[in-house]
């Protein structure tokens, strides 16, 4: 009889453009949902949490350049007795499924309502470097209020919600343009075809890398990349391309030029006309609240990927530079994004519903925080209480129920406890504040000793000899001061 064949060890790998995330990333990240949730909550939006999954057909489809239904999600059938079941999806969003629950609730919800919401989304896209199949959002939306008193106060918002993360004024702003403006542009070109506008729109998205020449060449007949590589154009005439030139360098020395250049750039186009009159709506109510074009700035370069977006549109951007993997310096770049979406919910209802919403990249934020060395990769762990006898497990345990009832993070070594330098060891990678020791000589005399990690590693790296034993890093403290020492150390490695 033949041996069974061995199974073969699964391997331990994350799949291709998954992660892992530990500690010091988790508790980070929670600190800025809660710092940006903060911000949320003072202007006035409610949490919301929806489904991680929806059907296919509620989430639609509009991540760019996705040809084939379920291309650009995680999507599987849920098959019913004849194999005919509905099609669901992870959400590549949290705009998407808004629709939906509006659509589905909107009889029990105010007009207009006002949600944040927060959490993974998942796209079946190619990975790189940086960039990853599951990714955190952060996003609020105003949906039923069609004046764009509402884009301005998202803009407001985001702009506090960078600042609230520790981005400063100087290092961030906010850019603002309009689909329909871009819509009035397209008019000018005398351009009807789907497939050409779509690829004019890609063009414009690429000024920021190739700048004016670049996108005149890639309007035309095409252009040589970096590479080496010829990138064929769209087409156009030079009488074509030039409303697009013009609006793309329409970009002023204050908001008063930029709105005129852009009014001479969409000619006689009325849909270009009220996207230029909204933006100046826009800055008007900004300036009037303080957000003047330091932080906020009307911008014609911003165009936005996904393909629901049908009035004005923004981006945040991050404009200090790091140094990338090559160890070139380059800007930050976007952290943020969204933009009017006034046809999404219209999908479920029939009815027109405006809306308006920004998602922040809250993994990008502390990434960027990170580069700017504003974030520490460590968490502070827990006060180590150190086992020197097994047999009195229950003194140990008394002593961390009395510093966590302190509120102070601690636990017992609860490793082999045979080497003690094994224990000290395992407080240093679990970057441990304090250890706390009571061995038999200390229980008799009813005293414990106390290690200030922090500053004994500071001391050992350098000071001299006599330093040393000027700042002494372990105390010998009386049995019953042990709660308020720890927290007397603690304060002063704070």
Not at 11 to 28: C, H, I, L, M, N
Not at 59 to 78: H, I, S, T, Y
Not at 110 to 139: L, S
């Amino acid at each position: 009889m033949a041996k069974p064949k061995k199974q073969p060890r699964p391997k331990a790998e994350t799949p291709k453009g998954f992660r892992d995330y530990f500690g010091a990333e988790v508790s980070q990240r929670a600190a800025m949902l809660r710092q940006i949730a903060g911000v949320y909550h003072r202007y006035g939006f409610d949490a919301l949490e929806s489904s991680a999954v929806e059907t296919v057909e509620a989430l639609g489809k509009f991540l760019p350049d996705v040809d084939r239904p379920n291309e650009g999600v995680f999507a599987w059938q849920e098959a019913d007795e004849s194999g005919n079941g509905d099609w669901l999806a992870l959400r590549y969003d949290l705009t998407a499924p808004l629709a939906r629950v509006y659509a589905q609730h909107r009889n029990d919800l105010p007009t207009p309502y006002r949600r944040y919401a927060m959490g993974p989304v998942w796209r079946n896209e190619k990975p790189g470097p940086g960039r990853f199949r599951q990714f955190y959002q952060c996003d609020a939306d105003t949906v039923g209020a069609p004046s764009v008193a509402a884009d301005a106060e998202i803009c407001a918002m985001l702009a506090d919600c960078l600042e609230e993360v520790g981005i400063p004024r100087g290092d961030y702003i906010v850019r603002i343009n309009n689909r329909k403006v871009l819509n009035g542009v397209l008019e000018a070109t005398g351009l009807s075809d789907t497939a050409q506008r779509d690829a004019v729109l890609r063009t414009i998205d690429k000024f920021d890398k190739v700048g004016e020449a670049g996108v005149r060449e890639l309007l035309g007949k095409g252009r040589l990349d970096a590479s080496g590589a010829y990138i064929d154009g769209v087409g156009l005439s030079d009488e074509q391309a030039a409303p697009v030139l013009a609006f793309l360098t329409s970009k002023g020395a204050d908001t008063t030029a930029t709105l005129g250049n852009l009014r001479g750039a969409i000619g006689g186009s009325d849909i270009g006309a009220s996207g230029v009159d909204e933006l100046e709506v826009i800055a008007d109510l900004l300036a009037a609240q303080g957000y003047g074009p330091d932080r906020i700035v009307i911008d014609p370069s911003v165009v936005r990927g996904l393909g629901y977006y049908t009035g004005p549109v923004f981006e945040a951007e991050l404009t200090f530079e790091i140094l990338d993997e090559k160890g070139h310096k380059r800007q930050f770049g976007s952290v943020a994004g969204g933009g009017r979406y006034d046809d999404l919910v219209k999908r479920f209802t029939g009815q027109e519903v405006p809306a308006t919403g920004v998602s922040i990249g809250v993994d990008r934020l502390l990434a960027a925080l990170h580069a700017k060395g504003r974030l520490d990769g460590k968490a502070e762990g827990p006060v180590v209480v150190t086992v020197m006898d097994r047999e009195r497990m229950a003194d140990y345990q008394a002593m961390v129920g009395e510093l966590r009832a302190a509120g102070i993070r601690a636990e017992v070594y609860l490793g082999n406890p045979k080497n003690f330098g094994n224990q000290l060891k395992y407080a240093d990678k679990r970057n441990s504040p304090v250890a706390v020791i009571e061995g038999g000589d200390e229980k008799a005399k009813g005293v414990v000793q106390i290690k200030d990690l922090i500053l004994g590693a500071q001391i050992a790296e350098n000071a001299t000899l006599e330093e040393w034993k000027e700042r002494p890093s372990q105390f010998e403290v009386p049995r019953a001061e042990l709660v308020e020492k720890v927290r007397e150390i603690l304060g002063g490695q704070g």
